[in-house]
């Protein structure tokens, strides 16, 4: 069984902060990999926003490079997504994704994040 949490988002102004949680309850921790973040907003296809394999490499989206910033607690199964100078444009329903091996992958329920200019 596998559930992802996720905590955090909400309203902000252009040039605020966020910050994102997202906590998986897996019945074995090492078989976590790649953990990450998605985004969608209203009319557009869900797109990548960061992910951290389970060796610590990240990728992030053009946009977000300097301004999100990803990370994940092994021990905890969590992976937080900080996100600064925020953009009207990041306004978008925000999703955890973790990997399990051998298993595929795993949605959180989204949580929004609205950024006002």
């Known amino acids: 069984q596998v559930q992802l949490v996720e905590s955090g988002g909400g309203s902000v102004q252009a040039g605020g902060s966020l910050s994102l949680s997202c906590a998986a309850s897996?019945?074995?921790?090492?078989?976590?990999?790649?953990m990450g973040w998605y985004r969608q907003a209203p009319g557009k296809q869900r797109e990548l926003v960061a992910v951290?394999?389970?060796?610590?490499?990240?990728n992030y989206e053009d946009s977000v490079l300097g301004r999100f910033t990803i990370s994940r607690d092994n021990v905890q199964n969590m992976v937080y997504l900080q996100m600064n100078s925020l953009k009207p444009e990041d306004t978008a329903v925000y999703y955890c994704?973790?990997?399990?091996?051998?298993?595929?992958?795993?949605w959180g329920q989204g949580t929004q994040v609205t950024v006002s200019s």
């Open positions: 951290m394999t389970s060796g610590g490499s990240t």
């Open positions: 994704n973790v990997g399990i091996r051998n298993r595929g992958y795993y």
């Open positions: 897996v019945t074995i921790s090492f078989s976590i990999t790649a």
